[in-house]
């Protein structure tokens, strides 16, 4: 059973650094995409960025040059916030697509709250 752990989060400055890292654990598994989502209060679930089996990148436009999304291993993302902005604030959910079904696993959610 695939599950994701993930770990960082936390508060940051606005213009601050952050780190969010996921783990995927339960076994060997094909993973065609690693990435991240977030939700802010009262909105709805946004992509943030991904990474595909590739090594190629996407970025939403918002997070685009100040977030960095690497693999630290086959089984491990970080994502790398630069330069945090109060709209960056929300739960962060590490999410994965895993085999030839593509099916798709959420980890539980980490909170980034951006205050000074």
């Known amino acids: 059973q695939v599950q994701l752990v993930e770990s960082g989060g936390g508060l940051v400055q606005p213009g601050g650094s952050l780190s969010l890292s996921c783990e995927v654990s339960?076994?060997?598994?094909?993973?065609?995409?690693m990435g991240w989502f977030r939700q802010a209060p009262g909105k709805e679930r946004e992509f943030v960025a991904h990474?595909?089996?590739?090594?190629?990148t996407l970025y939403a436009d918002a997070v685009k040059g100040r977030f960095t999304i690497y693999r630290e291993n086959a089984q491990k993302i970080t994502l790398q916030m630069n330069n945090v902005k109060p709209e960056d604030a929300g739960v962060y959910y590490c999410?994965?697509?895993?085999?030839?079904?593509?099916?798709?696993?959420w980890g539980q959610g980490t909170q980034v709250f951006v205050s000074s």
């Open positions: 339960g076994g060997t598994f094909d993973i065609n995409i």
């Open positions: 999410h994965v697509e895993v085999g030839r079904w593509r099916d798709d696993y």
């Open positions: 990474m595909i089996t590739s090594g190629a």
